[in-house]
């Protein structure tokens, strides 16, 4: 498949591109959409349960895995929109439907619009507002970027990482629930980094849209975003104020020592799981309250088998993923 180009298997039945396959419909509320595409894969990846839908489903079920999807699923359409490329991988002499490539560290591009033309193809939809569209790139590479669209939309990128299950799940659950759903900011960070002075379009940005709730730039408990947490009991020992994070090592905050957002361990911390209920909550018409989250939470609350308060455990393949790119504020 990589070797010479004039050897390498190439499409040449288009017959099933833009073909829709409903694989979930919502069953509580106005129904959440969930568009799933897939970029490098070839006419014969198209086939009814074949390699594309096999891959779109594997999508699916790692987006509610972990809660507070898991429990909130009934809430989602999930679709796949076939999309056949001319060559069966990612790279920058392959000919593929969305044109997905990839820059320094573990960003991906893509051609936005042609993912917006194809995500447009569900049924009833006149335009992206609200929904995540994941791009499933049909190549092993352990990489991940997410794009804040216009109308408060996302678009995901995401390799098969390895053709790995549990890889791939960690990769879209960071980027499709975290960034995509949760509109979260990555709680990573780079050694010797610091925060920039500027910000106003931060700050900003969660006043209008709710957008990087999980961190915040001051550790006065009385002032950061999830000072509720921090004097509810519920939640002693599982969320603190920790510097690092939104990649800078200095000046900027997260609640937890780990999460899906940090290194992908154990789960989403508390003020994380609020934000993404809040998203889902308020989209599916039911309206959101924290006495409301707080009663679902308890499953998070008694399940958890470890303090995110904890240093992590590395025990999963971590490869910090580029941070989400804005493409547009209203």
Same mark, same amino acid.
Request: charged share 20%; aromatic share 14%.
């Given at each position: 498949?990589?070797? =010479?180009?004039?050897?390498?298997?190439?499409?040449? =039945? *288009?017959?099933?591109? &833009?073909?829709?396959?409903?694989?979930?419909?919502?069953?509580?509320?106005?129904?959440? /959409?969930?568009?799933?595409?897939? @970029?490098? *894969?070839?006419?014969? =990846?198209?086939?009814? /349960?074949?390699?594309?839908?096999?891959?779109?489903?594997? !999508?699916?079920? !790692? #987006?509610?895995?972990?809660?507070? !999807?898991?429990?909130?699923?009934?809430?989602?359409?999930?679709?796949?929109?076939?999309?056949?490329?001319?060559?069966?991988?990612?790279?920058?002499?392959?000919?593929?439907?969305?044109?997905?490539?990839?820059? @320094?560290? +573990?960003?991906? +591009? &893509?051609?936005?619009?042609? #993912?917006?033309?194809?995500?447009?193809?569900?049924?009833?939809?006149?335009?992206?507002? $609200?929904?995540?569209?994941? $791009?499933?790139? /049909?190549?092993?590479?352990?990489?991940?970027?997410?794009?804040?669209?216009? &109308? $408060?939309?996302?678009?995901?990128?995401?390799?098969?990482?390895?053709? @790995?299950?549990?890889?791939?799940?960690?990769?879209?659950?960071?980027?499709?629930?975290?960034?995509?759903?949760?509109?979260?900011? =990555?709680?990573?960070?780079? %050694?010797?980094?610091?925060?920039?002075?500027?910000? @106003?379009?931060?700050?900003?940005?969660?006043?209008?849209?709710?957008?990087?709730? /999980?961190?915040?730039?001051?550790?006065?408990?009385?002032?950061?975003?999830?000072?509720?947490?921090?004097?509810?009991?519920?939640?002693?020992?599982?969320?603190?104020? *920790?510097?690092?994070?939104?990649?800078?090592?200095?000046?900027?905050?997260?609640?937890?020592?780990?999460?899906?957002?940090?290194?992908?361990?154990?789960?989403?911390?508390?003020?994380?799981?609020?934000?993404?209920?809040?998203?889902?909550?308020?989209?599916?018409?039911?309206?959101?309250?924290?006495?409301?989250?707080?009663? %679902?939470?308890?499953?998070?609350?008694?399940?958890?088998?470890?303090?995110?308060?904890? +240093?992590?455990? *590395?025990?999963?393949? %971590?490869? $910090?993923?580029?941070?989400?790119?804005? #493409?547009?504020?209203?």
């Amino acid at each position: 498949m990589l070797g =010479d180009p004039s050897e390498r298997y190439r499409s040449s =039945d *288009f017959s099933k591109d &833009g073909e829709v396959v409903t694989l979930q419909k919502a069953s509580v509320g106005k129904g959440i /959409n969930i568009t799933i595409l897939g @970029d490098g *894969f070839a006419d014969r =990846d198209m086939a009814n /349960n074949g390699k594309y839908e096999t891959r779109a489903r594997g !999508a699916m079920e !790692a #987006i509610f895995s972990v809660e507070p !999807a898991k429990s909130l699923r009934s809430r989602f359409n999930v679709y796949c929109i076939k999309a056949v490329s001319i060559d069966e991988t990612i790279g920058e002499s392959y000919e593929t439907a969305f044109s997905s490539k990839y820059g @320094d560290g +573990s960003f991906i +591009s &893509g051609n936005l619009s042609k #993912i917006e033309e194809y995500a447009l193809k569900v049924p009833g939809v006149t335009k992206i507002d $609200n929904m995540v569209v994941l $791009n499933i790139l /049909n190549d092993p590479k352990h990489a991940g970027t997410c794009y804040y669209y216009t &109308g $408060n939309s996302s678009i995901c990128f995401c390799p098969t990482v390895g053709f @790995d299950k549990t890889y791939f799940s960690q990769v879209v659950m960071h980027e499709v629930v975290g960034h995509g759903v949760g509109k979260l900011a =990555d709680e990573y960070y780079y %050694y010797g980094t610091i925060a920039p002075s500027e910000l @106003d379009v931060y700050v900003s940005d969660y006043q209008k849209y709710g957008w990087w709730a /999980n961190v915040d730039f001051t550790n006065d408990p009385a002032k950061v975003k999830w000072k509720a947490f921090l004097s509810n009991p519920l939640y002693t020992g599982k969320v603190g104020i *920790f510097e690092g994070g939104f990649t800078f090592q200095l000046g900027v905050y997260r609640p937890s020592q780990t999460s899906i957002m940090q290194d992908y361990s154990y789960e989403f911390n508390a003020p994380s799981r609020a934000a993404i209920y809040k998203r889902v909550m308020e989209l599916s018409g039911e309206g959101y309250s924290f006495e409301k989250f707080l009663e %679902y939470d308890a499953v998070n609350r008694n399940a958890s088998n470890a303090s995110l308060t904890k +240093s992590p455990l *590395f025990l999963k393949k %971590y490869v $910090n993923l580029s941070p989400p790119v804005v #493409i547009s504020r209203r």
